[in-house]
């Protein structure tokens, strides 16, 4: 599955939940993770996708070092598995299933 696939269920099921999946777009700022999941009651989320076999690249990590300095919660989901078990976690914080 490419990126963009996943990128576009992640997008899907978290408006399902009754949250957005904002397109996080940082000029002067490359390698921020893809999207900035905000579920009701809960903190923000950063995500980076990844296919199964993607992997980050050295200004991805230095940008998800710096946000996790700051105490932020960053993912990085490889593959659709991976989307989904962050789901049915969302969905477990939030006590409901999508």
């Not at 992640?10 to 940082?26: F, M």
């Not at 999207?35 to 940008?63: D, N």
């Amino acid at each position: 599955m490419l990126e963009k696939e996943i990128e576009r269920v992640l997008v899907e099921q978290v408006k399902r939940l009754g949250g957005r999946a904002y397109k996080w777009v940082s000029p002067g700022n490359d390698g921020v993770p893809d999207r900035i999941v905000i579920l009701p009651g809960e903190r923000p989320c950063f995500v980076e996708l990844k296919t199964e076999t993607g992997k980050l690249s050295r200004l991805q990590e230095l940008q998800i070092g710096r946000l996790r300095k700051l105490g932020q919660d960053v993912r990085v989901l490889h593959g659709i598995q991976e989307v989904d078990a962050f789901l049915e976690e969302c969905e477990r914080k939030m006590g409901y299933g999508i």
